[in-house]
């Protein structure tokens, strides 16, 4: 019932920032969460940022919550992850997901559907 094309990805240097978005089909938007998540070669998929459905509620994970910003706009159908300062540590493909049942989740398996995700590379 959704689907979800990311962009926004690209490569930047150390300390440059990139607002990464994510576009979603159909008229249901508003009633999913939504986060963000990133894989770095040789890790397991990371959760980064999540957004409820009013845009009421945000969390992060540490490492990021005080240069990152996950935003939403239900009238467009889109999410965004501003990401400011970025570090080489940054770098990986980054996927946006959306959930159905209320609640904050940093696990991917309670996510409903995926982006196809989009690649940032930070140089140093």
């Known amino acids: 019932q959704v689907q979800l094309v990311e962009s926004g990805g690209g490569l930047v240097q150390a300390g440059a920032s990139l607002r990464l978005s994510c576009a979603a089909s159909?008229?249901?938007?508003?009633?999913?969460?939504m986060g963000w998540f990133r894989q770095a070669p040789r890790r397991e998929r990371e959760f980064v940022a999540f957004?409820?459905?009013?845009?009421?509620?945000?969390d992060y994970i540490d490492s990021v919550k005080d240069r990152f910003t996950i935003s939403r706009d239900n009238a467009k159908n889109t999410v965004y992850l501003q990401m400011n300062s970025l570090k080489p540590e940054d770098t990986a493909v980054y996927y946006c997901a959306a959930k159905l049942a209320w609640g904050i989740s940093k696990r991917s398996s309670s996510y409903d559907y995926w982006g196809q995700g989009t690649q940032v590379t930070v140089s140093s």
């Open positions: 159909g008229r249901a938007f508003s009633t999913y969460a």
């Open positions: 957004i409820s459905q009013s845009g009421g509620t945000t």
